[in-house]
């Protein structure tokens, strides 16, 4: 759990609001406000509507990702592809490591493809 979360065997709480929508049994908070249970995933307390609970993963960074979508913060990132997308991170630029980013067809930055 992160420190903005707590469940008890009825219920799950963020921020001190009672989730309405979760599984206890099955709720494990993610990092960076990323939560799941085996129904939906959840975002700064929301259900991420389209987001897959079974494959969903916390990349770092503000991207996520599941078998079907890659995200920036929750935003898809329409042409990125999930299976071979990947944070690059060069060891001379770490200021700009957390959106340095690719996939085998592009690369991002801020979740938006590099064009030059």
Known sequence: MSNRSIKDKNNVYYQGKKF???DPKTF???GYN???DKNNVYYFGKIFEGADPKTFEV???SYSKDKNNV???KEKIEEADS???EITISPYDRLNASHETK???HKYHYGKIITN
């Open 20 to 22: 309405k929508e979760t």
């Open 71 to 73: 995200y920036y913060y």
């Open 83 to 85: 299976e071979t997308f």
């Open 103 to 105: 996939d085998k067809n």
């Open 59 to 61: 990349l770092g960074y």
């Open 34 to 36: 990323y939560f799941k």
């Open 28 to 30: 494990k908070a993610l």
